[in-house]
Nanobody
Framework: QVQLVETGGGLVQPGGSLRLSCIAS????????VGWFRQAPGKEREFLVT????????YYADSVKARFTVSRDNGKNTVFLQMNSLQPEDTAVYYC???????????????????WGQGTQVTVSS
């Protein structure tokens, strides 16, 4: 079992940036793909990006590919999500998740992911 904790959320003005971290413990984190999702009130959970076990492959949703960048440091059991040019519509709870079932690449359906963090709130407002 892999346990995940997201950090780095908060309040940011439109046009600002945040970097989220997904910190893992438990089973060997570096063996698995990791995804980021978000969920705004009243909306379904939205896929953002997934990164392969070694960081060599990344797959972004069209809605964020120009503004968000994913990376990972397996030595620190951490995956990062750098978010730039944030807008009010980016306001949501952001989740990371790990795919320990080796779903076909790229895993992007929430059902592909077996462990989830508790989420971190990102609010974009002036």
């Amino acid at each position: 079992q892999v346990q995940l904790v997201e950090t780095g959320g908060g309040l940011v003005q439109p046009g600002g940036s945040l970097r989220l971290s997904c910190i893992a413990s438990g089973r060997t984190f570096g063996d698995y793909a990791v995804g980021w999702f978000r969920q705004a009130p009243g909306k379904e959970r939205e896929f953002l990006v997934t990164i392969s076990w070694n960081g060599g492959s990344k797959y972004y949703a069209d809605s964020v590919k120009a503004r968000f960048t994913v990376s990972r440091d397996n030595g620190k059991n951490t995956v990062f999500l750098q978010m730039n040019s944030l807008q009010p519509e980016d306001t949501a709870v952001y989740y990371c998740a790990v795919d320990t079932s080796y779903s076909p690449w790229p895993p992007r359906n929430p059902r592909d992911f077996t462990s989830w963090g508790q989420g971190t709130q990102v609010t974009v407002s002036s």
